[in-house]
């Protein structure tokens, strides 16, 4: 079997959490770990890695001293444009968490150049390979719902001071580019915008620090998007919650209508219509495990990835349209 050569950049929460996935995976060969800690380098790579010495401090090491067909990337946000920009460039295919970067203008320059360079980008929006998820989007792509109406999506998470000060990025507006609405609500936002398969034209939002008054960025988000088909979307997203609840996504239209919660024991509940149950592609017991199969196929097969960077700039466009709005306070265009 012909495995894909995987170095991996950032070893913090979500990187460990593919990891473990990604250890169930035959078709990767995990070559190395970089990381600025040189002690969270080492831990992953005695965890997770093939030898306890393949880790390194600086990823461009990692890449000139093992052989590498892609790397996944998680690391904080400011630090995507420069990193993804260099491997592009080496010709090195990249499986890179959301968002892709935090100014639009950088995102078209890398879709570009991953064109040019024949180079593969993919953007982890893992919800795309939770099944729940995928059917309804399936369900409202395949005119099982009919004409598409209106959607709406809840993020309602719960965040302490230690989010904040345990990765003060977190914090910054310059490094994080945004706070509840792009980290943690994109992905629900993501889901609708695949859903309907239109253009988003134009969006309008309010954004407040209701809980951490302290911090640059947002933990409370409202924001409202227009859609070339006439559908609307109103997304709610929030760190500011008492209890973790379950993130909730709706789709209306003219036939009937479908009712997503989830992550954890996702499902979709249909009314008025007869879904099939459609599976996203990818194997693996997780929506994280699902996506990098998932990539290792595009990479190794050229089968579809459901995010190439591409598909990643209209969520990019729609929270950044979202919070210009929050400021003007009028609706801006996408």
């Known amino acids: ?31 190395g770990f970089a990381d600025s800690n040189k002690d969270r380098a080492e831990k992953f790579a005695i965890s997770y890695g093939n030898d306890a010495r393949d880790y390194y401090v600086d990823y461009r090491d990692m890449i ?95 965040r302490e001071a230690s989010y904040f000060e345990k990765s003060k990025w977190h914090a910054d507006q310059k490094q994080s580019g945004g706070g509840t609405l792009l980290t943690q609500g994109s ?38 998007v227009e859609m070339s088909c006439g ?29 997503y919660m989830g992550p954890t024991l996702s499902r979709t509940k249909f009314t008025s219509v007869r879904v099939p149950r459609y599976k996203p592609s990818g194997s693996g017991i997780h929506p994280l495990g699902r996506s990098m199969n998932a990539f290792v196929n595009w990479v190794l097969h050229d089968t579809p990835y459901y995010c190439p960077i591409s598909e990643s700039i209209p969520v990019l466009a729609s929270v950044l349209a979202v919070y210009r709005s929050s400021v003007s306070g009028k609706a801006e265009e996408i």
């Open 64 to 158: 000139s001293q093992k052989a590498v067909d892609a790397v996944y990337i998680a690391v904080p946000h400011f630090l995507h444009y420069p990193i993804v920009k260099d491997l592009i460039q080496k010709g090195i295919h990249i499986l890179c968490e959301k968002p892709i970067v935090t100014e639009l203008d950088h995102a078209m320059e890398l879709a570009e150049l991953a064109v040019n360079h024949q180079v593969k980008v993919g953007v982890n929006y893992q919800y795309r390979y939770d099944k729940a998820c995928y059917r309804l989007v399936k369900a409202a792509q395949n005119e099982h719902l009919g004409k598409l109406y209106y959607g709406i999506c809840n993020v309602p998470w719960s």
């Open 231 to 259: 559908g609307i979307i109103q997304i709610t997203s929030s760190m500011a919650v008492a209890k973790e609840q379950p993130v909730s996504i709706t789709l209306h239209g003219s036939k009937g209508s479908a009712h």
């Open 187 to 224: 992905h629900a936002l993501d889901i609708l915008l695949w859903a309907f398969g239109s253009k988003a034209t134009r969006a309008m939002g309010i954004v407040r620090n209701a809980k951490f008054e302290t911090v640059e960025v947002e933990d409370t988000a409202l924001g409202i």
């Open 1 to 31: 079997m012909k495995k894909l050569r995987l170095g991996v950049i950032g070893c913090g929460d979500i990187a460990k959490y593919m990891m473990m996935l990604s250890k169930l995976d035959r078709s990767l060969d995990i070559v």
